[in-house]
């Protein structure tokens, strides 16, 4: 089980207070794709992920990035068991969509790029420590399957 310190919960709670799922979410999946293009191959039923303008636009790739932190939310209120909360998520991806596990590590850093970028000055480096160690646990909790 992680510890979390009574600054890490309240960081990880403000953040997901303040950002807007239905823009962070969207950006951080569409950056995901076009950074690194070969987590695309997932995604075929999708439709034009030809470039990044297609990519952006692409109403497929929006629900599905405002999806993604929707999940997060779910992680955000069960702090004290990620691992357990993402135990079907964790079997799905395995099983059944036969992610590479990697990829996960590849959205959480982008979603921590975007992140920063909206709360710009705010997100200091206790800050962004907190949330990279909220989504390694994620990250950890979405692979377990895996091992």
Known sequence: ???????E????????SRIKYDVV???????????YPWTQRYFGGFG???NAAAIKGNPMVSKHGTTIIQGL??????MDDIENTYTE?????????????DNFKLLADCLTIVVAAQLGKEFTGEVQAAF???LAVVVSSLGRQYH
């Not at 939310?73 to 069960?78: T, Y």
């Open 89 to 101: 998520l964790s079997v799905l991806h395995s099983e059944k969509l036969h992610v590479d596990p």
């Open 132 to 134: 990279q160690k909220f």
């Open 1 to 7: 089980m992680v510890e979390w310190t009574d600054f």
């Open 25 to 35: 979410g969207p950006a951080a999946f569409a950056r995901c794709l076009v950074v």
């Open 9 to 16: 919960r309240d960081t990880i709670k403000d953040i997901f």
């Open 48 to 50: 034009n992920l030809d």
């Open 73 to 78: 939310d779910r992680a955000v209120k069960n």
